[in-house]
């Protein structure tokens, strides 16, 4: 599919999920801009792109993903930059295996794998809303993790951290406000989805992890063989006719999983509107 005319967004676009779905992405000729924490890996990661996909239309923006502040700076540069947005690619994401609270007084966890996904797609919203075809891809868990998606609205910032109930408890946040979008934007040409990408080779906790899992890690067949791609990604995001497929979940291999039904309508719209409270606060 030729995209040569199109503009993404990917973040967490240099390792992992969002690497391997911005490679995919640059190979149909589309303009392909991803989000990096500093200037040499946004750089060194461009570079690696456009080796790979052939593709010259390859950039990025720096941005601190764990504070709002950033995040909507973020938006705001992208908007001077680009008049349109064929498609925001939610991918970012990291372990935090100690709390750590941000400097705007955010857990750190669920800035960065919830919450910044929450303010960018909102400060995006209106450029979205005005491309044809747009659509928000949000990263997803695998389908037999999301049959009993509860989370704790009084704490959503884990007062008691534990860091598996925190990436658990995120992961049931994104697909909360990925439904709960699509609600949104019925009346709109924009759509969401949410994919699970599969086993892809990730970066996720390689600096923090402690040294038991390093080490599990290490000698994980899994792991050793994941690929460095991400077809559903890809698939999810470059897809035509994105607005027939509003409030779907697509899992690894590109098939439809109808588990809408585990979630609760109500409590994605109260988690609407706190994630606004937390998010744009001032």
């Excluded at 064929?86 to 295996?97: K, R, T």
């Excluded at 949000?138 to 534990?162: C, E, M, W």
Aim: glycine share 6%; net charge positive.
């Amino acid at each position: 599919m030729e995209l040569k005319d199109k503009t993404f967004l990917v973040t967490g676009g240099t390792s992992g999920v969002g690497k391997a779905i911005a490679t995919g992405i640059a190979t149909t000729g589309a303009n392909v801009v991803i989000v990096s924490r500093n200037a040499s890996n946004g750089q060194q990661t461009v570079k690696e792109i456009s080796a790979k996909s052939a593709n010259k239309n390859i950039s990025f923006l720096t941005a601190d993903l764990s504070l709002m502040e950033s995040v909507v700076q973020l938006s705001e540069q992208f908007k001077q930059q680009h008049h349109q947005l064929h498609g925001l690619v939610n991918a970012a994401g990291a372990w935090y295996f100690k709390k750590e609270i941000t400097s705007e007084g955010i857990d750190k966890s669920f800035a960065i794998n919830y919450l910044c996904h929450y303010t960018l797609t909102n400060s995006l919203l209106d450029l979205l809303k005005a491309t044809d075809d747009a659509r928000i891809v949000t990263v997803a868990g695998a389908p037999r993790f999301l049959n009993n998606p509860k989370i704790d609205l009084n704490d959503l910032q884990h007062t008691k951290y534990s860091w598996m109930k925190a990436i658990r408890s995120e992961m049931f946040a994104r697909v909360y406000f990925g439904f709960e979008l699509s609600d949104r934007l019925q009346n709109t040409s924009a759509s969401s989805m949410l994919f699970h990408p599969g086993f892809v080779k990730s970066n996720l906790g390689k600096n923090t992890a402690p040294w038991w899992l390093k080490l599990m890690f290490s000698f994980s067949p899994d792991v050793r063989n994941a690929p460095e791609t991400c077809d559903s990604g890809v698939y999810v995001a470059t897809k035509e006719n994105a607005k027939s497929t509003n409030g779907k979940f697509f899992d690894e291999k590109n098939n439809i999983v109808d588990i809408r039904k585990n979630f609760d309508p109500s409590t994605g719209k109260e988690l609407w509107l706190l994630s606004e409270q937390l998010s744009f606060k001032k």
